[in-house]
């Protein structure tokens, strides 16, 4: 294995832009499902539709970089188009970071809320049942000593 222009190592490469290719996947992934949910409002999933739209070319633009890595033998030098190409690439990456961060935050805020709702449901629940369970266990003793 040789180092290419800049230092940048074929394996090192095309192992990165990989990795950078199923992270963008799963980022795909996770953001379809937020485009699903109910409580996304209509702005919200058009701008959901948009970064989609992006990370699809982004993800396109990644695999044909790694499949011009994984064309060179070891032993040929990069290029400098080809490096300049894979920077930009990794640039391109990081600038997705902080829309997907932001539809993460909202989701684990919506899931917070969902199980703050549901558990003080449980509770309201538990609470009625034990109420009746009491009442009727009043009634019942009533019952018996008149009996």
């Known amino acids: 294995m040789t180092i290419g222009e800049d230092g940048l190592i074929h394996a090192d490469a095309i192992r990165v832009l990989n990795e950078l290719n ?13 485009g699903d949910a109910a ?3 209509d702005d919200d999933r058009r701008a959901i539709r948009w970064l989609l739209t992006a990370l699809v070319e982004h993800r396109r633009r990644l695999r044909t970089a ?13 290029g ?10 990794l640039d391109e990456n990081r600038s997705f970071t902080p829309f997907v961060a932001q539809w993460r ?6 899931v917070s809320l969902e199980r703050n709702d549901f558990w003080r449901s449980m509770i309201e629940l538990a609470q009625s049942n034990l109420t009746e369970a009491r009442d ?12």
């Open 22 to 34: 199923e992270t963008t996947k799963a980022q795909q992934a996770f953001l379809k499902s937020c």
């Open 39 to 41: 409580w996304i409002g």
């Open 66 to 78: 790694a499949r011009m890595w994984r064309a060179m033998g070891h032993d040929e030098p990069a």
């Open 80 to 89: 400098r188009a080809l490096v300049a190409v894979t920077v930009d690439l």
């Open 105 to 110: 935050e909202a989701v684990v805020g919506r």
């Open 136 to 147: 009727g266990a009043t009634l019942c003793l009533a019952g018996r000593r008149r009996a």
